[in-house]
């Protein structure tokens, strides 16, 4: 079992900066893939960015490459989604996830066995 708490969500200006946080229980976080998901209103989770368990993989959408970046410290059992440039098209629920079903289903809701209970994050025009 494994409990995530995201925090670390806010309102803030296009072009600013925010960094999420998810921390999880459990004493197999390494084992897990880590995801980063977000959800407009009226709109689908969508997928953000994930991470393999070692840290040393990193995945993205094409909306947030080269904007967003996902890391993880194992000794502390966090995964974090640094976000820059945004854009008021990026406010959404933020979730963070764990994943059990592999990598090459990262992209994938459903492959997310557990999952944190959101931050939202808006940004201004």
């Known amino acids: 079992q494994v409990q995530l708490v995201e925090s670390g969500g806010g309102l803030v200006q296009a072009g600013a900066s925010l960094r999420l946080s998810c921390a999880a229980s459990?004493?197999?976080?390494?084992?897990?893939?880590m995801g980063w998901f977000r959800q407009a209103p009226g709109k689908e989770r969508e997928f953000v960015a994930a991470?393999?368990?070692?840290?040393?993989?990193?995945d993205y959408s094409d909306s947030v490459k080269g904007r967003f970046t996902v890391s993880r410290d194992n000794t502390k059992n966090t995964v974090s989604l640094q976000m820059n440039s945004l854009k008021p098209e990026d406010t959404a629920v933020y979730y963070c996830?764990?994943?059990?079903?592999?990598?090459?289903?990262?992209?994938?809701?459903?492959?997310?066995?557990?999952w944190g209970q959101g931050t939202q994050v808006t940004v201004s025009s």
């Open positions: 991470i393999r368990g070692s840290g040393g993989v990193t």
């Open positions: 996830a764990a994943d059990s079903a592999g990598w090459g289903r990262r992209t994938l809701t459903n492959s997310y066995v557990y």
């Open positions: 459990g004493r197999t976080f390494s084992r897990y893939i």
